[in-house]
Structure formats: C-alpha cells, structure tokens
C-alpha cells in the first residue's frame, strides 16, 4: 500500500485489501474512506466485507462511491466534512488514489485550493476532474 499525504491528517492510496485494513488503524487513521463502487473491476473486495474489516479495527467507515463519470458525487459535502477533521485522520482509497485526490482538491475553499491542486499535482495527481467542478 503507497499512501500519499496530502496533509498531516490526509492519506490517499489505491485500492486496499482486507489484510492491509489494521495496518490502517496502527498507522494512526481514524477514517477509512471508500470511493470505489462495488464491483468496478472483477476481484476488488466488497464495501460490506471493508467495513466489516474497518470496524473490527476500531476505524470509522465511509463508503461514498464516485466515478469520473458522476465525479464529485451526491455525497461531496459530506467528503469535505470528513477531510475538514483534523481531530480524525482520514484515509480515503479508491482504484489508484486519484478520485480521492480531485475530491480533496474540490472540497477545499477557494482560497486554499490553489496549493491543494498544487499539492497533489507534486505528489503526481491527475486533476482533470477537479478541473471541471468549482469548489464547493
């Protein structure tokens, strides 16, 4: 698992697996935030057996699935309320780290989002889907 941090409190990474869900919580996460949808590629696990996995862990589980073609999604403010908590350290994953990382970018205020797109750009994001949504 490569995570990236986009801020102290923040990691993205790739699609997870079961085996890898404590090493979550012993990383210092308190949220672990699934953006894939169920059965986007053939063998990824489940969101019921992810969560079931997170909460044995002690972790706070999110499943808040986004596609490029939906991106941000219905549940974008809710996202952004998840990423605002520096009191509980947010791991998000979705199929390479990139959806989480747009939804970083477009979650952020106006006046911050400048250094957050500059901010994952330097860690190698693709950012054409925040560059389509305004922040909101």
Same mark, same amino acid.
């Given at each position: 698992?490569?995570?990236? *941090?986009?801020?102290?409190?923040?990691?993205?990474?790739?699609?997870?697996?079961?085996? *890898?869900v404590?090493?979550?919580? %012993? /990383?210092?996460?308190?949220?672990? !935030? $699934?953006?894939?949808?169920?059965?986007?590629?053939?063998? *990824?696990? +489940?969101? %019921?057996?992810? *969560? &079931?996995?997170?909460? @044995? @862990?002690?972790?706070?589980?999110?499943?808040?699935p986004?596609? =490029?073609m $939906?991106?941000?999604?219905?549940?974008?403010?809710?996202m +952004? +309320?998840?990423?605002?908590?520096d009191?509980?350290?947010v791991? &998000?994953?979705?199929?390479? +780290?990139?959806?989480? &990382?747009?939804?970083?970018v477009?979650?952020r %205020? @106006? &006046?911050?989002?400048?250094?957050?797109?500059?901010? =994952?750009? %330097?860690?190698?994001?693709?950012?054409?889907?925040a /560059?389509? !949504?305004?922040?909101?």
């Amino acid at each position: 698992m490569n995570v990236m *941090q986009l801020t102290e409190t923040i990691g993205v990474t790739g699609q997870i697996g079961l085996e *890898q869900v404590p090493e979550i919580a %012993a /990383a210092g996460y308190k949220v672990l !935030v $699934n953006n894939r949808p169920d059965g986007e590629d053939p063998g *990824q696990p +489940g969101s %019921a057996d992810i *969560q &079931a996995a997170a909460l @044995a @862990a002690g972790l706070e589980y999110h499943h808040l699935p986004v596609t =490029a073609m $939906n991106f941000p999604g219905p549940d974008v403010v809710r996202m +952004g +309320g998840l990423f605002d908590d520096d009191a509980r350290p947010v791991l &998000a994953f979705c199929r390479t +780290g990139t959806r989480c &990382a747009n939804l970083w970018v477009v979650t952020r %205020a @106006a &006046a911050a989002r400048v250094q957050a797109e500059e901010r =994952a750009r %330097a860690l190698g994001y693709d950012l054409g889907m925040a /560059a389509r !949504v305004p922040s909101v």
